[in-house]
């Protein structure tokens, strides 16, 4: 796509973001209701956006937008020109705003102007920036690039951000540095756990958690701990991640952004679920979606480190998890469960294979491994471990001496797999 000129260059110079984003999003052959999907928005919430003109634009909105629709910064308005002098000591968000709508943009704009000399020195929020861009860069090539050959750069980058760290003059500059480790170890443990290599993706998320209370970030260090129960539950330890849910909510205390709770509530559910608590995960999820429900609607985007807001169909796509893992079908099958199973190639086939696990527990044994042998393609396809044995983990579930040819040939799939 051409950014330099024509009808999206116009649009940006004339203030109109809405209409870059519309021209972008058009080009790139994507309805509104995907669009919608990806920045946890309305269809109409995103009609709305796009006919807005010259009027005031959420940063954080724009910020998404850009990043899904690969449009450079500058041309939705993050790059105005303030320099890092202006930008107030401390990490809140108004700092983030500032500081992603003006150096990390600026940093963006090489590619549509001649570079400017560079700055006598380089402030930690200027090293910050340009680090958490990086984060996001590589963030966004995980949809498409298989967690083994994108593990080695993200470790050498987390090494990178510690010599930052330890190198960085004043504790302003030190606690915005350990936030964006905290982001970059995260991102670690998703790939470790893609990898299906889970005592590295717990070592990964703890560091995250620990770097996010050097940054003095409650709300962050919240965001990690629900992060890594998420990851607990998964793996099938129940209690564990209740423990790690229990801890982010009192991490954030009575005024925790609503957001959270729902979010919590959801980690909740399937902490309960790996337990075996059926009674206890339906009342989670229940909960969860009531406040998904009345987050609806909100213009207002979440607040960092929550990029997306929490919808009603995450709920469902958790409930679709949780059966799952209790065997329930009749919380996985239905007409239009598949049009849950949203996001990039590697998050729908696990949400597939949770599908399939419900087919196999109603005895519907071609549907369950015709669903599966989907997902495993996508798992070969990126080499994830943790998709391939998924599929081996449902494979188990069935004994039987005479296995349908469906099931054969699954097997037959599976043969000589070493990831």
């Not at 105005?80 to 108004?94: I, L």
């Not at 609503?258 to 902490?271: F, M, Y």
Request: glycine fraction near 10%; hydrophobic fraction near 45%.
């Amino acid at each position: 796509m051409d950014f330099q000129t024509g009808p999206i260059r116009d649009a940006s110079r004339a203030g109109d973001y809405g209409r870059v984003i519309e021209l972008a999003r058009k080009a790139r052959h994507m309805t509104q209701t995907a669009l919608g999907q990806a920045l946890g928005l309305s269809q109409s919430a995103v009609s709305r956006l796009e006919k807005k003109g010259q009027g005031d634009y959420s940063t954080n909105i724009l910020e998404a937008a850009a990043a899904h629709l690969a449009i450079p910064p500058a041309l939705v308005g993050l790059a105005d020109g303030r320099s890092q002098a202006q930008v107030k000591d401390g990490s809140d968000d108004m700092y983030r705003r500032t500081l992603l709508g003006g150096v990390v943009a600026a940093a963006a704009t090489s590619v549509l102007s001649p570079p400017r000399a560079a700055d006598a020195a380089d402030s930690g929020g200027g090293q910050a920036a340009a680090l958490r861009l990086s984060t996001s860069a590589y963030r966004r090539l995980d949809g498409s690039t298989p967690s083994r050959d994108l593990y080695d750069t993200v470790e050498s980058h987390i090494r990178l951000i510690q010599s930052i760290t330890r190198s960085a003059s004043g504790d302003g500059d030190r606690a915005r540095l350990a936030a964006v480790g905290s982001e970059a170890a995260s991102f670690a443990g998703w790939l470790a756990w893609d990898k299906g290599d889970n005592g590295s993706a717990r070592s990964w998320y703890g560091a995250a958690i620990k770097a996010a209370k050097s940054a003095d970030n409650p709300l962050l260090a919240a965001y990690q701990t629900g992060t890594l129960a998420q990851f607990e539950a998964h793996a099938g330890n129940g209690v564990e991640a209740l423990n790690l849910a229990r801890r982010a909510r009192r991490a954030l205390g009575d005024r925790r952004p609503a957001v959270a709770d729902a979010w919590l509530s959801s980690v909740e559910a399937l902490g309960h679920a790996a337990a075996g608590d059926q009674r206890a995960a339906d009342k989670a999820l229940t909960a969860s979606r009531s406040l998904a429900e009345a987050l609806r609607g909100a213009e207002e985007p979440p607040p960092w480190p929550w990029v997306f807001s929490f919808t009603p169909d995450k709920v469902a796509a958790c409930r679709v998890t949780c059966g799952a893992r209790l065997g329930l079908s009749d919380w996985v099958i239905s007409d239009d469960v598949e049009a849950l199973a949203t996001g990039h190639a590697k998050q729908r086939a696990l949400l597939v294979l949770d599908i399939a696990a419900g087919y196999l527990a109603a005895g519907r044994v071609d549907a369950a491994f015709a669903l599966a042998s989907r997902a495993l393609e996508a798992g070969l396809t990126y080499r994830s471990g943790r998709i391939v044995e998924r599929a081996r983990a449902m494979r188990r579930a069935l004994t039987t001496a005479s296995p349908p040819k469906m099931v054969r040939d699954f097997d037959e799939r599976l043969h000589g797999v070493y990831l």
